[in-house]
T-cell receptor, first 114, second 114 residues
Framework: AQSVAQPEDQVNVAEGNPLTVKCTYS??????LFWYVQYPNRGLQFLLK??????LVKGSYGFEAEFNKSQTSFHLKKPSALVSDSALYFC????????????FGAGTQVVVTP | EAGVTQSPTHLIKTRGQQATLRCSPI?????VYWYQQALGLGLQFLLW???????NRGNFPPRFSGRQFPNYSSELNVNALELEDSALYLC?????????????FGPGTRLTVL
């Protein structure tokens, strides 16, 4: 079965420090990976995706993600975190066995303190 | 450009009743997806509609159903409501049914079953 794992329930970081949110995946075939962010009482906002090509993907709001095939990881990064980055972050993978379906990780709560 | 819209924002029903949730995709998008975000269960894929047809469904009972209209808007119906149906229901749309297409999410409908 296809799956993604987000090993940290919560990540705490001080404003201005680098932010990393971890994601590992398990999928047959080529992985198509996505990152979304959810603010309280809101839907999911798309940040970025990896389809093919350059392993470093740049996205919205200064976020980027590094695809590492050998480690089956797709970690989300931001060089300098803002208090407004505090939210719930989801990693997702397209499920090649179930067309249309995104398989989501459990989510990681990011808390950025001033 | 308007994003995905959903109505109503909140819906309160009692056990055994039926709920109808509505979704309007981004203009030009033909595929609509439904997900359930229940406490403790994460984001679960429900249904996918494309060009008016149901293309795929997740592991949910038949009392979860829906349809897509000629203008590509969609409706999710949940019959014989149970307490565990209480959740945030998220609708997403994509430009086409391409495997790598990005799904853009709406703000969700919060369904509470009493």
């Amino acid at each position: 079965a296809q799956s993604v794992a987000q090993p940290e329930d919560q990540v705490n970081v001080a404003e201005g420090n680098p932010l990393t949110v971890k994601c590992t995946y398990s999928v047959s075939g080529n992985p198509y990976l996505f990152w979304y962010v959810q603010y309280p009482n809101r839907g999911l906002q798309f940040l970025l995706k990896y389809i093919t090509g350059d392993n470093l993907v740049k996205g919205s709001y200064g976020f980027e993600a590094e695809f590492n095939k050998s480690q089956t990881s797709f970690h989300l990064k931001k060089p300098s975190a803002l208090v407004s980055d505090s939210a719930l972050y989801f990693c997702a993978v397209r499920d090649p066995d179930s067309w249309g379906k995104l398989q989501f990780g459990a989510g990681t709560q990011v808390v950025v303190t001033p | 450009e308007a994003g995905v819209t959903q109505s109503p924002t909140h819906l309160i029903k009692t056990r055994g009743q039926q709920a109808t949730l509505r979704c309007s995709p981004i203009s030009g998008h033909t595929s609509v997806y439904w997900y359930q975000q229940a406490l403790g269960l994460g984001l679960q894929f429900l249904l996918w509609y494309d060009e008016g047809e149901e293309r795929n469904r997740g592991n949910f009972p038949p009392r979860f159903s829906g349809r897509q209209f000629p203008n590509y808007s969609s409706e999710l119906n949940v019959n014989a409501l149970e307490l565990e149906d209480s959740a945030l229901y998220l609708c997403a749309s994509s430009l086409s049914n391409g495997y790598t297409d990005t799904q853009y999410f709406g703000p969700g409908t919060r369904l509470t079953v009493l």
